[in-house]
């Protein structure tokens, strides 16, 4: 089985904190993903990998960054966490070839709470 | 640009009845199309997708969706639902371009089924 794993389930922070969010995919995926989902919105992409140390900004990149050093593990990171990034945080992963008709694997989420 | 609606917040189903989930789309090219559920605090799981050929798609846990080109939709059903079904519902398509395959997401529908 595909195992999208993510560092934390929940998360409590202070606004102004640097926060890391930690992905970490066994498949040998080429593209990694980072969403945030909120009620009424849905899943909105913050940014994509297709390869290491390559990046790419989705629809909703501002106050976000992001670090593939390795092909497995796409980390996102806040660099001043404000109370507005409180979301749910999810991580995916699918392959290159076959990338249009290949499902994403998704982590189990990260629900962060900046105070 | 691509783009997926989900007409409905929540669906209500009583327990043996069955159930429709519905999703439209909106691509410029051929369409890819997914479904995920989501159980409360945790990630998306994948349950079907239809890339080609046979309109009715089966998936995981009795699920079925109906690909219909000319109305450019994608429900989900399944015949007998189970009071366990109750979860969130997405829809995703396939988006083109330079995001390398990024899924598109509805805003997802909440299904409810009671006893």
């Known amino acids: ?115 | 640009a691509q783009s997926v609606a989900q007409p409905e917040d929540q669906v209500n189903v009583a327990e043996g009845n069955p159930l429709t989930v519905k999703c439209t789309y909106s691509v410029s090219g051929n369409p890819y199309l997914f479904w995920y559920v989501q159980y409360p605090n945790r990630g998306l799981q994948f349950l079907l997708k239809y890339i080609t050929g046979d309109n009715l798609v089966k998936g995981s846990y009795g699920f079925e969706a109906e690909f219909n080109k000319s109305q450019t939709s994608f429900h989900l059903k399944k015949p007998s639902a189970l009071v366990s079904d109750s979860a969130l519902y997405f829809c995703a398509v396939r988006g083109y371009g330079g995001s390398q395959g990024n899924l598109i997401f509805g805003k997802g529908t909440k299904l409810s089924v009671k006893p």
């Open chain 1, 1 to 115: 089985d595909v195992k999208v794993t993510q560092s934390s389930r929940y998360l409590v922070k202070r606004t102004g904190e640097k926060v890391f969010l930690e992905c970490v995919q066994d498949m040998d995926h080429e593209n990694m993903f980072w969403y945030r989902q909120d009620p009424g919105l849905g899943l909105r992409l913050i940014y994509f990998s297709y390869d290491v140390k390559m990046k790419e900004k989705g629809d909703i990149p501002e106050g976000y960054s992001v670090s593939r050093e390795k092909k497995e593990r796409f980390s996102l990171i806040l660099e001043s966490a404000s109370t507005n990034q409180t979301s749910m945080y999810l991580c995916a992963s699918s392959p290159l070839v076959g990338v249009f008709d290949t499902e994403a694997f998704f982590g189990q989420g990260t629900r962060l709470t900046v105070v």
